[in-house]
């Protein structure tokens, strides 16, 4: 598209943008796909007309893959803007064009509608996985307590002996054995744990 459609349809209420997409993940080719699809499912909105775009190559960082389509984009109204943002969550998004906005009452509602409702959903996803991780920290303590006491069925151990038996950095087993001795379940006698 040339300069001159791009101010035609600025000049009939399009939004000129520039937006990133990012995606971070592994393998490669799934980094690589998954952006091409995205570009794709943004390309088939009708009210969305592609200026120019460069997709960067994946790079590996910390043993994940990221990669990158920048893109200017001309969006039809707000609604679209709105689409793009809560569906394809850009790393970032700027109207380079018009300079001043004018939108009517409803469309600045249904935006703020699509943004609670939006939150809203996010909130109901991160009350869940707090749950979730609640749950999951229990068992996996539930678990780990399991596998010292079975540690110690039928002798006394180090807490290095128990590290290795259960396969958690001993560190990191100091609490777990100062509330099993708070609790009864254990004792430590001369360096060693025992059960009681």
Same mark, same amino acid.
């Given at each position: ?9 600025? *000049? ?58 920048? /893109? ?8 679209? +803007? ?16 018009? /300079?001043?906005? *004018?939108?009517?009452?409803?469309? +600045? ?18 009350? &869940?996985?707090?749950?979730?991780? *609640? ?13 010292? +006491? ?5 002798? &006394?151990?180090?807490?290095? &002996? ?22 009864? *379940? ?11």
């Amino acid at each position: 598209m040339d300069e001159k459609q791009a101010d035609e349809l600025v *000049k009939k209420g399009y939004l000129y943008i520039s937006v990133m997409f990012e995606l971070v993940g592994n393998p490669k080719e799934h980094v690589k796909n998954a952006l091409e699809l995205v570009i794709n499912k943004v390309k088939e909105n009708e009210n969305v007309e592609w200026v120019g775009h460069e997709i960067g190559e994946p790079e590996e960082a910390k043993d994940l893959w990221s990669s990158f389509c920048d /893109a200017e984009l001309l969006v039809k109204d707000l609604a679209t +803007l709105s689409w793009i943002g809560f569906n394809f969550a850009p790393a970032s998004m700027e109207i380079i064009e018009p /300079a001043e906005l *004018k939108f009517k009452d409803k469309e +600045l509602t249904d935006f703020f509608g699509d943004l609670l409702s939006q939150v809203h959903v996010m909130n109901g996803t991160l009350i &869940e996985i707090k749950s979730q991780n *609640k749950l999951l920290q229990r068992n996996i303590n539930a678990v780990v307590r399991n596998g010292i +006491l079975i540690s110690l069925a039928n002798d &006394e151990k180090t807490s290095e &002996e128990i590290s290795k038996l259960v396969g958690i950095n001993e560190e990191n087993l100091k609490p777990v054995f100062e509330a099993m001795i708070k609790e009864d *379940k254990i004792e430590l006698i001369d360096g060693k744990y025992k059960r009681k």
